[in-house]
């Protein structure tokens, strides 16, 4: 459909549960292992169990959950760094993902260069780059590191630089996860009043623990647990869930 921006069907995502070297490997193929395999419990990890949902044009949808849930598992399935083993993933526009920090940065390149870098990488061409590039730098705040290589940026330049890239390439649909933790509370603002403005225009969707971000700007919220949607609703609703559902529970 036109009006629908997102769309999960009947989707599973496992991981071999392996550490060290193989697990970039394992993950990227993972939709090989045939399922007469895939009764090992031990081996595999279920980030996603059969999750369904829909995402509309220009809505803006808060994902939450603890630790493990599978919240940047739904991120990483849409942008494509990686793929389900089992349902369908509909996506309907260019996606512009900020999930992962430093990802599509080179540390040893300038902030300039990899402002460049990281836009093509992101299907913009160089004259549009070009065009948005003072209000990439000014929005990111590193105009006295602009030539400097970023190996030697703090973990929060990283982030300023890298969602203010993301923001400025015109994504249909943004996809924002919890790195914008890493940035002061003063960027932190910036960045969710920048995506407050594309409200009703690009669909967002926003992981986060910070209840009170996923408040200010999200209309609706997707409740993860254990890779299982457990709620999906208004704000205000699945929120007031969430946090009962900690109540009784020793941390």
């Known amino acids: 459909m036109k009006n629908i921006s997102v769309e999960f069907k009947r989707v599973t995502k496992s991981y071999l549960n392996t550490k060290g070297k193989y697990g970039l490997f394992t ?3 993972g939709s090989i292992f045939s399922a007469k395999n895939q009764h090992k419990n031990s081996d595999f990890l279920i980030a996603l169990k059969n999750v369904s949902f829909s995402v509309s ?14 919240k940047s598992t739904i991120l990483k399935l849409v942008s494509k760094i990686s793929y389900p083993n089992k349902g369908l993933i509909n996506t309907n526009g260019k996606i512009g993902a900020f999930i ?16 460049y870098l990281y836009g093509a990488i992101l299907g913009m061409k160089k004259h549009e780059v070009s065009e948005k590039f003072e209000e990439i730098v000014n929005f990111a ?13 703090s973990s929060g330049m990283y982030s300023r630089l890298g969602f203010s ?13 919890e790195v914008l933790a890493v ?25 986060s623990h910070d209840l009170s971000a996923i408040k200010s700007i999200c209309t609706r919220v997707i409740y993860l647990d254990k890779g299982e949607v457990i709620k999906d609703g208004k704000t205000s609703d699945i929120i ?12």
């Open 27 to 29: 993950d990227k193929f």
């Open 57 to 70: 044009v220009g809505e803006t949808v808060g994902v939450i959950g603890r630790n493990g849930a599978g």
């Open 100 to 115: 992962e920090l430093g990802a599509g940065l080179h540390p040893e390149l300038t902030g300039r260069e990899n402002i």
């Open 141 to 153: 705040g590193i105009n006295k590191f602009l030539d400097l290589p970023i190996k030697k940026y």
């Open 165 to 177: 890239v993301v923001a400025h390439c015109d994504p249909d649909i943004l996809l924002v996860d």
């Open 183 to 207: 940035g002061d509370m003063s960027f932190q603002k910036k960045c969710l009043d920048k995506m407050r403005s594309f409200a009703g225009d690009k669909t967002i969707i926003f992981v």
């Open 240 to 251: 007031k869930f969430y946090v009962s559902s900690f109540e009784g529970v020793d941390n």
